[in-house]
């Protein structure tokens, strides 16, 4: 009789875990999301080159580039550079430049833009320039590979010549900003500005091709063109300065 009624005790208890609910599973969890990119980029370079021999000369320069979005409508980017070359102990080339831009959407393709720049070149004949400009940019391409804009605005530009002589002058400014990106780890930029005054028209090309190194850091090799229409006598209108340099992106 006791082994009767284990058993039936065994199939009551076998019936009613059968009829039981199964027990509902835990919901799957979200996906986590994903980190919000960092509104701060940019890059700063230093590069270096010496000779010795029959003629001693060194060459360095820096360069330093910071933009700030925060995914709103505008953006805000730093600019600056140095370069300086000597010869014999004697400086042949030093110039300074830094700017500021503040570039606002308002279209897929268009935006505004308000800039400063700051220039001393001890070589060109103008001890120093700083424009102020407002303009509006296009991009005309704007793809993973390539993206080109252009750019037209106007302002005003204070020069002072190694002379002692200011020139206050209106302004027109046009631009040109175009990047390539060859490969993952390849990546050439060109930028050109004119800046076209009652007597003066200064312009200013930047080439760069940059390739991976290691890491956040590079390799870029660099060739600048700077040139006034309206310099002293016995200056040259042009000066060409070519870079190789070590950057670092963050």
């Known amino acids: 009789m006791r082994t009767i009624g284990f058993a039936t005790l065994c199939l009551l208890s076998a019936s009613a875990l059968a009829q039981a609910p199964a027990p509902t599973p835990a919901p799957a969890a979200a996906p986590a999301a994903a980190p919000a990119p960092d509104p701060v980029t940019g890059s700063a370079a230093l590069g270096y080159l010496a000779t010795s021999g029959n003629t001693d000369s060194t060459n360095s320069n820096a360069s330093f580039n910071l933009s700030w979005d925060r995914g709103g409508a505008w953006v805000h980017e730093w600019a600056a550079l140095a370069i300086n070359a000597r010869t014999n102990g004697i400086a042949t080339a030093e110039t300074y430049s830094a700017g500021y831009k503040a570039l606002r959407d308002f279209g897929e393709n268009s935006y505004l833009f308000a800039a400063g720049d700051w220039r001393q070149d001890r070589f060109s004949g103008y001890d120093e320039q700083t424009s102020e400009t407002v303009g509006y940019g296009y991009r005309l391409i704007d793809s993973a590979r390539h993206i080109l804009a252009l750019e037209a605005g106007a302002g005003a530009k204070q020069s002072t010549l190694i002379d002692g002589t200011s020139l206050d002058e209106a302004i027109i400014r046009g631009g040109l900003d175009y990047t390539w990106h060859i490969s993952e780890n390849a990546e050439f930029a060109q930028k050109l500005l004119i800046e076209q005054g009652d007597e003066n028209r ?4 930047n080439s760069a091709l940059k390739a991976n190194l290691i890491g956040n850091l590079a390799l870029v090799l660099s060739y ?20 190789i340099s070590i950057e670092y992106g963050f």
């Not at 200064?202 to 090309?205: D, I, L, P, Q």
């Not at 309206?230 to 040259?236: C, L, Q, R, S």
């Open 202 to 205: 200064y312009t200013e090309s």
């Open 224 to 243: 600048v063109i700077k040139s006034n229409s309206d310099v002293p006598v016995g200056i040259e209108k042009t000066d060409r300065f070519t870079s």
